[in-house]
């Protein structure tokens, strides 16, 4: 039985130690927690829990993470979708953030970083389930979402400096693939002006700041 006002969170994944690992997290986190196998399975159980968040893996058997999430996207656009991972390369989080993933953890992932993620995905949920009421849009483009697009915004506005991916994703708990697809959407959408760093050593970083 679901606690009152207590978040839920589905956990998907085919390994039966990292679901197990993953669940006692949630549990000392203080929430519930609920998992499952597969992605079929996962998909059915999240149509009858109706979760907070969903914690999904991307290589599995069955349904892969991919088609996991695109399968809940089109059922709910509130939920926060943190999908784990072992890739790191940008075209695999381009394509699950099209798909409607909200984050991502790369495995392995220790316990207190999890933990943080769980929280900021859990405080996307509250806001983008706000949205849904004032709104009715949730999903403006290409798989960006108004709350974390509202947090990244809120992050920029609250510094009076230049910021790196890595300022922003160090201080929102949010991952690097995440915050470089937001990061480009802004630029896009001429939210955020490059700021170039020089003479520095190794491989330049930009900074970026609001117009």
Known sequence: MKRENVPRILIIDDEADIL???KEICIYGGWDA???SGGRKGYKLYKIYKPNLVIVDYHMADWDGLTTVKKIRETDNAVSILVLTVDENQETSERLIAAGATDFAIKPIKSPDLISRIKVNLRINEIQKQLTKEVHQIYVDKGISPATLNIIYDYFREQDKGLTIDDITS????AYQTVHRYI???IEEKKIEIVPIYGQIGRPKNKYKLL
Do not use: F, I, K, R
């Open 171 to 174: 201080g929102l708990n949010l």
């Open 184 to 186: 480009s959407y802004m």
């Open 34 to 36: 609920v998992t499952a």
């Open 20 to 22: 197990y690992t993953l």
